[in-house]
């Protein structure tokens, strides 16, 4: 199973980007989808998920500018990022896994399949 990130860039504090995540098959398949990053020097975190029947977790640093969600049409994971802040500067990466459980969203173990990852740069 292969992931593909894209949307990633450079974008001014306070503005928006938007990062897509697919794959070959259906992202449907997929019990648990997440984004996560990682920050120059710092260990990878859990920044948005999403399970079977559409419950939503996002760290709290997020909450309220960031929206996870899945588009079918287009067989997507998106990730709308609003109010940017250079804090979130990082390569962010998208993953999935059989396990339809909050814990291993904001762990990251058990997801199983990871994408490379996209560059998020926000200058202040």
């Known amino acids: 199973v292969q992931l593909q990130a894209s949307g990633g860039g450079l974008a001014q504090a306070g503005g928006s980007l938007r990062l897509s995540c697919t794959t070959f098959g259906s992202i449907f398949d997929f019990n648990a989808m997440g984004w996560y990053r990682q920050a120059p020097g710092k260990q990878r975190e859990f920044v948005a998920g999403?399970?079977?029947?559409?419950?939503?977790s996002y760290v709290d640093s997020v909450k309220g500018r960031f929206t996870i969600s899945r588009d079918r049409a287009n067989n997507t994971l998106n990730l709308q990022m609003n109010s940017l802040k250079s804090e979130d500067t990082g390569v962010y990466f998208c993953?999935?896994?059989?396990?339809?459980?909050?814990?291993?969203?904001?762990?990251?173990?058990?997801?199983?399949?990871w994408g490379k990852g996209t560059l998020v740069t926000v200058s202040s």
């Open positions: 993953a999935a896994g059989p396990f339809d459980r909050a814990i291993v969203l904001r762990t990251g173990r058990g997801m199983d399949y």
């Open positions: 999403i399970l079977t029947g559409n419950s939503v």
